[in-house]
T-cell receptor, first 109, second 113 residues
Framework: GQNIDQPTEMTATEGAIVQINCTYQ??????LFWYQQHAGEAPTFLSYNVLDGLEEKGRFSSFLSRSKGYSYLLLKELQMKDSASYLC??????????WGAGTKLIIKP | DGGITQSPKYLFRKEGQNVTLSCEQN?????MYWYRQDPGQGLRLIYYSQIVNDFQKGDIAEGYSVSREKKESFPLTVTSAQKNPTAFYLC????????????FGQGTRLTVV
């Protein structure tokens, strides 16, 4: 079967750095996505990785290793507004998105 | 402003009744999707459509139906055959199925009472 694993919940301190990991096993691979979702709201797109390596976008970076079936989202200089769930999703060989359950990130002052 | 709109935001339904959730986009996207989100689970695909008058079942299509008569609109009907319909429903669109980014509506929280 196909599955995406990510931690259920993480806690970090304002101003610090946090890394959210995602491991996956899917039928084929056509890209990995990270989305941010505040409670009761729609997910918003953060990043897309299709080749190995690091993609940096401001305070957020995303890393991919296809051989290890592994990705992480790195958030720097954490702000209170970063408190949200972070969803990892992989697009399989049929271009369907397989979603992880999300990681709830709690930021403390 | 371009975007994707779902309505209503909250919906209550009595057991045994069908209910239709609206999804409209003015982004000129070809592909549209319906997902269901339950606590502690990832988004699950109900139906998707890549072009007008065509749609395909996702992983959990049983008890749901859709139509795609216009490019802008992709309504979802939750029928009485859906055993556990209480959930958060998300509609999304993308220019094409192969494009990387999907844009989501604000979601509809359906509660069966």
């Amino acid at each position: 079967g196909q599955n995406i694993d990510q931690p259920t919940e993480m806690t970090a301190t304002e101003g610090a750095i946090v890394q959210i990991n995602c491991t996956y096993q899917t039928s084929g691979f056509n890209g990995l996505f990270w989305y941010q979702q505040h409670a009761g709201e729609a997910p918003t797109f953060l990043s897309y990785n299709v080749l190995d390596g690091l993609e940096e976008k401001g305070r957020f970076s995303s890393f991919l290793s296809r051989s290890k079936g592994y990705s992480y989202l790195l958030l720097k200089e954490l702000q209170m507004k970063d408190s949200a769930s972070y969803l990892c999703a992989v697009r399989d060989s049929n271009y369907q998105l397989i979603w992880g359950a999300g990681t709830k990130l709690i930021i403390k002052p | 402003d371009g975007g994707i709109t779902q309505s209503p935001k909250y919906l209550f339904r009595k057991e045994g009744q069908n209910v239709t959730l609206s999804c409209e986009q003015n982004l000129n996207h070809d592909a549209m999707y319906w997902y269901r989100q339950d606590p502690g689970q990832g988004l699950r695909l109900i139906y998707y459509s890549q072009i007008v008058n065509d749609f395909q079942k996702g992983d959990i299509a049983e008890g749901y139906s859709v139509s795609r008569e216009k490019k802008e609109s992709f309504p979802l009907t939750v029928t009485s055959a859906q055993k556990n319909p209480t959930a958060f429903y998300l509609c999304a669109s993308s220019p094409r199925k192969v494009d990387p980014e999907a844009f989501f509506g604000q979601g509809t929280r359906l509660t069966v009472v």
